[in-house]
């Protein structure tokens, strides 16, 4: 089998590789952006923008805004009032306005109402097949909740906006059940299947969940929803996002639409970097003797980009990022928490080598690859870190990803279709010219 498989590949290879000059020569922009980070324009959005370049095109400080409203204040106001804001947040997004407070109660109300699911779901659809991989547990039930679905490939905008609802409300079920269902059957642990509390929020339901006596703190919970309100959406671009612009212009259902967004997500390069990001440092830590030495530190990360070390895919992840240049807004925000959480929990020592990182990756990156703008950490090389400080296993960092992320991708469906209605077919020139037919006998 492995010799027939090399003879096919060597094929592949022979007849599919396309001289890098030929993408100049044709003026396609791969991954659909300039060496810069300017994305191709492929929609509008009012959801929400990134800012990375002036108008002068000069790099700048990134600035994210959730339907106007820069995160940066957004964080800091619910910090200052001590208040969650998932729930706030889901309802700006989704519908384009902050909600008055009894608007949120009852959308708070909503979601608790919705967040069940059918019975025996659990038993017969998350249990019976435990698996490490719990984005792929998600899409799997996901897709089979359709079948539970009368309406499930109705596309009109009610229905849609009250399966997205659906999905929202229990997406955090999803998840922590299939880690216990794995914690359980894979790792031998005790198995807990806690149900959600009515009266709790987002983030607190998922530490209620997860934990085997349902306990947390108001400091725990409310580190988790900022995290969670920091991944919530991104604009239309990114490649989950613009996934869920791609399936949904087919016209498909809810449900097809969001197991496509979650297979893009877990991808390292994208929301799956969290998890490597956490794996990495903890390799970085181990081959480490004097987290004081910058040398040292920067010798093992080229080693890293050498694909000698780590996963020897040759990235250092959780660092760079496909359109911020000079600095992730969200990175900023959350390297706040993640220093007051590292004095409280006498890690900074790790806090510090971890920095030292943040430091010396983006400037080995530029001396080792062909880079046009600055290189700046990204929002996941921290979240590992805030993760685990909470004691959440890793198998669930980039399903809590997309915990957040389904309010940007249902928000972004719903807008796609009511303001396309057009498949999305953008073109790829063929560049082997044409040749005649050899009949069977004929060929070599
Ligand atoms: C929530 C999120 O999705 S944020 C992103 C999470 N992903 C990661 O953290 C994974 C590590 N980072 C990366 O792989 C990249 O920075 C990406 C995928 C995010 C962006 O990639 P690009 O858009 O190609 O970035 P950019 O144009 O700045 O890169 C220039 C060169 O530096 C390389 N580069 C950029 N970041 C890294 C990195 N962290 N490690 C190694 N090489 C890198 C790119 O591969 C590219 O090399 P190439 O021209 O030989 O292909
Ligand atoms: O925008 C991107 O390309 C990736 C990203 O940071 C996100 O989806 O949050």
Redesign the pocket.
Known sequence: MKQILEKYQKKIMKNSVIPTEFYQQYDVKKGLRDINGKGVLAGLTNISA?HSFDTNGKQIPGILEYRAYNIKDIVGNLRAENRFGFEENAYLLLFGELPTRNELKDFQELLAKKRTLPEYFVRENVLANPTSDIINSMSRCLLTLASYDPKASDISIENVLDQSLNIIANFPLLAIYAYQAYNHYRQGASLYIHYPDTKLTTAENILRMLRPDKKYTDTEAKVLDIALIL?ME??G?????FTTHVVTSSGTDTYATIAAALSSLKGPK??GANIKAAKMLENIKENIQNYEDEEEIEAYLYKILNKEAFDCQGLIYGIG????SVS?P?FEVFKAYVAALAKEKGLEEEFELYEKVTKLAPQVITNYRKTYKTISP??DFYSGFVYRVLGIPQELYTPLFAIA?IIGWSAHRIEELINMNKIIRPAYESVLPSKTYEKIEERK
Do not use: C, F, L, V
């Open positions: 990134i991944h991104h604009g671009g990114n490649n989950s996002t994208h929301g990022h496909a359109i911020y992730d969200r990204n929002i992320r």
